[in-house]
């Protein structure tokens, strides 16, 4: 029997391999995106890639009935829930539409989800939750602390998810949610045939995407927002992850929802991480050896809201989910280099 995969966002840089990696492993793909921060092409190529296809609405997830009415022509098992707004800078100028985006979003969806009895549900929390831990390797029971108000939405949704799965207790005569959260550390990275991977409008934030575009020309120089934190270099340490390992880890989350670990239901928050930190020179001295592009660079000041270094404990969805990254940070550098030489101006 089919086991077709409702993707929200699913156009979006994350979603498009979600799609992908879903019709290779052999589920139907239904996705609602409002190309808010996408375009078309992604999914046209997911189709391509893959020699299969998928269905396509664009839809708003607050609009209710036109969500209603995916599920009602659709018969859907499980719902991937990327639809979101993601720049913390744009959060902090414009709160109301990121919590009425991704906060009031979600309410919408779960709602018609529980309306068509759809209880399956995968959400794209982020390791920003956490905010400032005495730690730098993050494990999942530490206390939520936000520091934006982009990671407050995140953290807003996963407290209403908790809530929606607590509630089943009181109704013991209907299925029970059954839902993973899943809390990314740094995406990077591309898939591997160079045909999808991240479009940023305009300048790019994230520090990947601004190496690329540096080393192709576009962009004149990369600044290095910190020298003087305590890490060995004195730059910022992250955990990156490698898209297609980091959705991949979305289809293990889908088959335990799906087997006797969620047979009782439950809401569950699992790391998605390599389980190790990478300092930004070493992101820029593993790109510049893996494409033999020089990334003109200069150091410059913090930037604000920064932490000095933190990194994923992914144990749990190790031990849980069965999934650990596959891919390096060579893999993730070469990946990233044969999108952007393929496509200079992204999907355009
Ligand atoms: P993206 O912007 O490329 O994809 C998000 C998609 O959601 C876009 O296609 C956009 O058009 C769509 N969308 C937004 N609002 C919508 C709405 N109201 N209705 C329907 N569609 C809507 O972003 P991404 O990097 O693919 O991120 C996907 C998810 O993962 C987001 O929820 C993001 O917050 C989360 N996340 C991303 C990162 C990261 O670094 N990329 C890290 C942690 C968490
Ligand atoms: C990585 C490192 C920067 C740009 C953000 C969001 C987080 C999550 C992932 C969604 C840091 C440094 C960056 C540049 C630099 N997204 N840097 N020069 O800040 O770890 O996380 O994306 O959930 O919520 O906050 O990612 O790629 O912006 O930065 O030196 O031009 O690179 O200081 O140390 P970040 P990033």
């Known amino acids: 029997m089919a086991n077709t995969i409702l993707v929200t966002g699913g156009a979006g840089y994350i979603g498009s391999h979600a799609c992908l990696e879903l019709l290779q492993a052999g589920y139907q793909v239904v996705v609602v995106d409002n190309l808010a921060n996408s375009k078309l092409e992604s999914l046209k190529r997911v189709q391509e890639i893959t020699g299969k296809s998928l269905a396509f609405y664009q839809v708003d997830i607050r609009d209710h009935d036109a969500l209603a009415d995916v599920f009602a022509k659709e018969s859907i098992n499980a719902v991937i829930h990327f639809a979101g707004l993601k720049a913390v800078g744009e959060s902090c100028e414009q709160p109301q539409m990121y919590y009425h985006n991704n906060v009031y979003g979600t309410l919408v969806l779960t709602q018609v989800m529980a309306e068509s009895n759809v209880k399956q549900l995968v959400f794209s929390s982020s390791a920003t939750v956490y905010g400032a831990a005495e730690q730098v390797q993050y494990t999942e029971d530490l206390p939520i602390g936000a520091i934006n108000p982009y990671g407050r939405t995140k953290a807003m949704v996963e407290d209403i998810l908790r809530d929606l799965s607590a509630s089943d207790s009181l109704k013991p005569s209907q299925s029970p949610w059954k839902i993973a959260v899943l809390r990314y550390f740094n995406p990077i990275g591309a898939h591997e045939s160079g045909r999808i991977g991240e479009d940023p409008n305009g300048i790019p934030n994230n520090l990947m995407p601004y190496v690329t575009q540096v080393a192709i020309g576009k962009l004149a120089q990369l600044s290095v927002f910190g020298d003087d934190y305590p890490t060995p270099d004195g730059t910022g340490i992250r955990d990156y992850i490698h898209v297609v390992d980091l959705v991949k880890g979305h289809i293990k989350a889908i088959e335990a929802l799906q087997s006797e670990k969620f047979a009782d239901g439950g809401c569950k928050a699992y790391n998605l991480g ?32 920064d932490l000095a270094e933190y990194f994923a404990d992914p144990a749990l969805a190790l031990r849980e989910l069965n999934w650990k990254v596959e891919k390096n940070l060579e893999d993730m550098a070469a990946d990233t280099w044969n999108w952007q030489v393929n496509n200079p101006q992204g999907y355009n």
Do not use: D, H, W
């Open 274 to 305: 390599a389980g190790k930190g990478c300092s930004v020179l070493e992101i820029i001295n593993t790109f510049e050896k893996v494409t033999g592009r020089k990334v003109n660079y200069k150091m410059a000041p913090r930037r604000a809201g």
